[in-house]
């Protein structure tokens, strides 16, 4: 068979034009997993604060928090990672410090962002935590 230039140029802009229909797909399924995904709001003050996804820090409330996040899964369902909680009695402590495992589920909607809304936080030795975000605001569930 003989190659000719009429031969290359078509094959040639099929080829580029199948790697650019290629890449935009997947560089728009990638970002519509992603902005799929739940968030994880901050529990300060009951403002839904900064809404995230894998966040290294999560505030409970004043002198409550799970920091050194460091996820092993996040999906639409559930999220899973482990932390450092510290849970101080006012400024002047005394403070509870320890490693524990959080978990994240129950998935509900805020404004159109989907976020978690049980956590559960479990650390060896420990009582397990339950709380529950209700109206911006992380609150203990007894």
């Known amino acids: ?35 799929r995904l739940p968030v994880v ?14 966040p290294q820090v999560i505030l409970l409330g004043a002198d409550y928090d799970v920091g050194k996040l460091s996820w092993s899964r996040w999906t639409a369902r559930s999220a899973h990672g482990e932390g450092k909680l510290v849970d101080c009695a006012g400024a002047g402590g005394p403070c509870t410090r320890y490693r524990a495992g959080m978990t ?18 479990a650390g060896k030795g ?16 007894h």
């Open 104 to 121: 994240l589920f129950d998935v509900k909607t805020h404004h159109r962002t989907r976020y978690f809304a049980t956590m559960k936080i």
């Open 1 to 35: 068979m003989k190659i000719t230039l009429a031969r290359v140029l078509p094959a040639a802009g099929i080829m580029a034009l199948a790697a650019t229909l290629s890449a935009g797909t997947a560089a728009a399924a990638q970002t519509a997993s992603t902005g």
């Open 41 to 54: 709001y901050q529990g300060g003050g009951g403002s839904w604060e900064s809404p995230a996804v894998r």
């Open 126 to 141: 420990h009582k397990t935590r339950w709380l529950v975000m209700s109206h911006g605001s992380w609150l203990q569930r």
